[in-house]
């Protein structure tokens, strides 16, 4: 239920981004959740994905509300730091310039994040088989940029990975202020 809730304040936007984040390990947990964080490329603890609010996210997120916290409100000022300070990492682990993704058509990396944020593009990451969609001279994803990010633990701590976000912990859906832990977490 608190997903589906959750979900339904951050519908005001037409495109509505979540950030996913992992915060608790593998310990005792049942093969349903491994599959569903292994589905999100969520493999290890402080690992984040943004993504959209397809009906099966929304099942994977009902699954998997006791290992990780969302917010359906990303902005595109923390999206941008994402992707320059601590996810922009390419294969082969080089950081993602402005440069990068000039010879791809935009003209920046806050650009492609407003971009995104507002539905122009549908994903971060190019596949790496197929052929990349274009729209105005513009890739509309960036190619070989991982799918994932990899943040450190929140300088300042958890509240308690027990309890939901509600409840005075951090599991859950936290809305808007998961801006605010994405950005403690670079």
């Known amino acids: 239920m608190q997903v589906q809730e959750g979900i339904q304040q951050g519908k005001n936007t037409l495109y509505t981004r979540i950030a996913v984040i992992r915060l608790k390990g593998l310990a005792d947990t049942s093969p349903e959740v491994e599959r569903a964080l292994e589905i999100l490329r969520l493999r290890r603890r402080y690992a984040c ?14 699954t998997i509300k006791d290992w990780v916290t969302w917010g359906g ?16 990492r390419l294969v ?21 994040a407003l971009a995104y944020i507002m539905g122009e593009v549908n994903q971060l ?24 990010f990899r943040l450190h633990p929140p300088s300042g701590g958890l ?28």
């Not at 409100?73 to 922009?88: F, N, P, Q």
């Open 49 to 62: 994905v943004i993504i959209d609010e397809r009906p099966a996210y929304l099942g994977m997120l009902k």
């Open 73 to 88: 409100e990303v902005d595109a000022d923390t999206l941008t730091e994402l992707l320059r300070r601590r996810g922009g």
């Open 92 to 112: 082969g682990d080089k950081p993602l310039t402005d440069d990068w993704i000039k010879k791809y058509g935009w003209s920046s990396i806050d650009e492609f």
């Open 125 to 148: 990451a190019c596949p790496d088989n197929k052929p990349w969609p274009k729209a105005d001279n513009k890739v509309l994803c960036i190619p070989k940029l991982k799918p994932f």
């Open 159 to 186: 509240r308690g990975i027990k309890k939901s976000y509600n409840e005075g912990g951090d599991l859950g859906y936290r809305g808007i202020a998961i801006n605010e832990l994405i950005l403690r977490m670079l």
